[in-house]
């Protein structure tokens, strides 16, 4: 009753969150006006934290409507070039004379939606054709579009490299790089036309026995029949997807959180005061960020469940135990694909090594297609978002992509 116990509480809030939402504007201008009553501007910072600041499970929007191109600012518009019912390959088309590289972005399924990654997605567009998995809430589903698991996965991957085209090049961030590595693997064993021509592993889970995290741990520490018990809920009757089971996008979340407590009350506090302050822009930095991180989808069961099973707690890629529907996955077939591993020094949810741990497991590829680079300073999120990203990382990976392209 996970799920049912979450929404009658949310519900229980809504009013007390209605009328402080309409409250805010009636009093955002002492907001606009330090020297006013302190007490004022308290209650207003008040009604819009507590107004604005709650879990949604509504997809937020990119918002990309243009990129700077190489002196050229031009025009973006997305497209769905592909869809099933649990995902869509989305497409960044912009006017171009010239090709450029086709990348596909896997983004995680992990809780939030793929606008988690629209700052990756921004600094890619400049150099690159850009598409990205674009994960639907498991909540809107029906139960009669079947399950999703794993191997369901890695089939939406290599179904997408197939609707882009050959010679594309893959790049997948934290939780995927498990799957994205044995498409690549199925795609070369079956000697296909559509193996990407890169592949680039960024803060992702190959090998989680290296250097062990606290998300590591608690995966490790109960049987996969507690996370079934006690994590696993039944979509509420309201949904298109009722009765299907999923792993609630709240929880993960809160999870998320709980690593953290200290740092995300701290951020609450920071925006109250920057709000009361008069310091808008940086509390617009704030809400901007908590925004998309309280932008909550739900995971299929099927896919959760398995993937902590055999990724953290069997480690069934690094000792070759892993199974695309019955069918071993061979690292050792990769040959023609480039292979690009990157980690953040200060990384707490994958450690430094694990991601590095493809590159010993992919003995097929050459030497000189081979690269890894450690990011000084990067926090986990700073793989892939913000200044770490744009400044260090992405220049490399532009350049990894644009030799073997």
């Given at each position: 009753m996970i799920y049912q116990a979450y929404q009658a509480y949310a519900d229980l809030l809504e009013p007390l969150r209605w009328h402080a939402q309409r409250t805010a504007p009636l009093l955002s201008w002492s907001l606009r006006d330090p020297r006013g009553a302190v007490a004022l501007r308290a209650w207003a910072a008040a009604c819009e934290v507590f107004g604005d600041l709650r879990l949604t499970d509504a997809r937020p929007e990119f918002g990309i409507q243009s990129v700077a191109s190489h002196g050229q600012e031009l025009e973006v518009q997305e497209r769905v070039e592909f869809a099933t019912p649990f995902g869509s390959?989305?497409?960044?088309?912009?006017?171009?004379?010239?090709?450029?590289?086709?990348?596909?972005?896997?983004?995680?399924?992990?809780?939030?939606?793929?606008?988690?990654?629209?700052?990756?997605?921004?600094?890619?567009?400049?150099?690159?054709?850009?598409y990205i998995t674009d994960w639907h809430n498991a909540r809107d589903v029906p139960t009669g579009e079947g399950a999703f698991g794993l191997s369901d996965y890695i089939n939406h991957l290599m179904l997408f490299l197939k609707v882009i085209g050959p010679g594309a090049h893959l790049i997948a961030v934290c939780q995927p790089t498990v799957p994205a590595l044995a498409a690549v693997a199925?795609?070369?064993?079956?000697?296909?036309?559509?193996?990407?021509?890169?592949?680039?592993?960024?803060?992702?889970?190959?090998?989680?026995?290296?250097n062990p995290t606290e998300v590591n741990r608690l995966a490790q520490d109960k049987p996969i029949e507690w996370f079934k018990k006690n994590l696993i809920g039944s979509v509420p009757l309201r949904y298109r997807g009722a009765f299907r089971r999923v792993y609630p996008g709240f929880v993960q979340i809160s999870a998320f959180m709980s690593m953290n407590p200290e740092r995300?009350?701290?951020?609450?506090?920071?925006?109250?005061?920057?709000?009361?302050?008069?310091?808008?822009?940086?509390?617009r930095t704030i809400k901007t960020f908590y925004d998309e991180y309280f932008a909550t989808a739900d995971?299929?069961?099927?896919?959760?469940l398995e993937t902590v099973a055999q990724v953290f707690q069997e480690h069934a890629l690094p000792l070759g135990r892993l199974e695309f529907h019955g069918r071993p996955i061979h690292l050792s077939a990769i040959r023609r694909t480039a292979l690009f591993t990157v980690e953040g020094e200060k990384d707490d949810i994958c450690a430094l090594g694990q991601t590095l741990a493809a590159q010993e497991l992919c003995i097929g590829v050459p030497p000189f297609m081979r690269k890894h680079h450690i990011q000084t300073g990067a926090g986990h999120y700073g793989v892939f978002n913000g200044r770490r990203w744009q400044t260090g990382i992405y220049p490399m990976l532009r350049e990894f992509i644009h030799t073997f392209n």
């Open positions: 390959l989305l497409h960044f088309v912009k006017p171009r004379s010239a090709p450029q590289p086709a990348v596909l972005l896997v983004a995680p399924m992990s809780g939030h939606f793929a606008t988690l990654l629209r700052g990756t997605v921004q600094t890619l567009l400049a150099d690159h054709d850009v199925l795609l070369a064993e079956d000697k296909s036309d559509f193996q990407p021509r890169t592949l680039t592993l960024m803060a992702g889970p190959i090998d989680t026995r290296i995300h009350a701290n951020a609450m506090a920071d925006l109250f005061n920057h709000l009361v302050e008069g310091d808008l822009e940086k509390a995971l299929p069961a099927e896919f959760y």
